[in-house]
C-alpha cells in the first residue's frame, strides 16, 4: 500500500469496529468478553499467541501514585510501579527541584529505576536511596499523551508496543498491531512515564506531562514539571 502522505486520510475499519465495540460493550469486554475471545482466535496470525486467561490478568487496576509536593504546596502524581518510568520520573524531578543538572537527574531517573527492577521495594525508600552510575539494557520505544477537557478531566498516559510497531504484524479482522512480549528474549520493558500536578488548596489543575522514548522518557517528563511548577 505504500506510505500514507502528509494530510491523505488513513481509513481502518476493521479498528474502527473494534473500537466501536469497546464504546457499546465497555473496556471490560477487551479483557474478558466477546472481544478478549476474538484476541485469543486471531493473535496467533500475529506473532501472539495470547490466551483470553493473559488478557484477564492484565484487567486495568486503581493504583496509588508515587506523591512529590512541589513548590507552594503544589502535588505532584506520578505514575508508580510497574511502571518504573513514573519512580525515575520522580527521581529525576527530586533532582531538578535539589538545583542538579539534567545530567545528575538523568543519572538519578537510571539508578532508581535499575534498582527497582533489580531488588524491588516501595517507592518512596528507592527514592531515597538510589544513587547513581546505574544503567540499562537497550530499552525499546514508548509514546505518551495528555488530555484535558472543558470540565476540569485530565488523562496522562504512557504506552507502548515493547518494539517499534510491537511485532510489526496486524491483529486479523481487529485493526490493530499485536504488541512484542516483554521480558522476553531482548525486549525489555519501556520506562513508561506520566505524571499530573495540582494544587490542593485551590483545588486547581496545574500540569500534566507524559515522556516518550527510551530512556530519556523520564527526564522529558521531571523537565517539564520543573519549567512550569518551579520556575513560572
Not at 25 to 32: K, L, M, N
Request: with cysteine; net charge positive.
Amino acid at each position: 500500500a505504500g506510505v500514507i502522505p502528509v494530510g491523505e486520510r488513513f481509513r481502518n475499519a476493521p479498528l474502527a469496529g473494534t473500537l466501536s465495540a469497546i464504546r457499546r460493550a465497555g473496556a471490560g469486554d477487551f479483557h474478558q468478553g466477546a472481544l478478549a475471545r476474538r484476541i485469543e482466535e486471531s493473535s496467533p496470525q500475529a506473532g501472539g499467541p495470547i490466551a483470553a486467561a493473559d488478557l484477564r490478568a492484565a484487567l486495568p487496576r486503581v493504583a496509588r501514585p508515587i506523591l512529590l509536593e512541589g513548590r507552594g504546596g503544589d502535588r505532584i502524581a506520578f505514575l508508580p510501579p510497574p511502571a518504573d518510568g513514573g519512580l525515575a520520573a520522580a527521581a529525576a524531578f527530586r533532582a531538578l527541584q535539589a538545583g542538579q543538572g539534567p545530567a545528575e537527574a538523568q543519572a538519578r531517573a537510571i539508578a532508581a529505576a535499575a534498582m527497582a527492577r533489580r531488588e524491588g521495594g516501595e517507592p518512596m525508600a528507592i527514592l531515597a536511596a538510589a544513587g547513581a552510575g546505574a544503567s540499562l539494557p537497550p530499552l525499546p520505544a514508548s509514546a505518551g499523551l495528555v488530555v484535558y477537557d472543558r470540565n476540569g478531566n485530565a488523562v496522562s498516559c504512557a504506552f507502548t508496543l515493547n518494539n517499534l510497531f510491537g511485532t510489526g504484524r496486524m491483529v486479523p479482522g481487529m485493526g490493530f498491531l499485536l504488541a512484542a512480549a516483554p521480558n522476553v528474549g531482548r525486549v525489555q520493558p519501556p520506562l513508561l512515564s506520566a505524571a499530573i500536578a495540582w494544587a490542593p488548596v485551590t483545588r486547581a489543575f496545574k500540569m500534566a506531562a507524559a515522556g516518550s522514548g527510551q530512556e530519556a522518557a523520564p527526564l522529558a517528563v521531571a523537565a517539564a514539571l520543573e519549567t512550569v511548577l518551579l520556575r513560572e
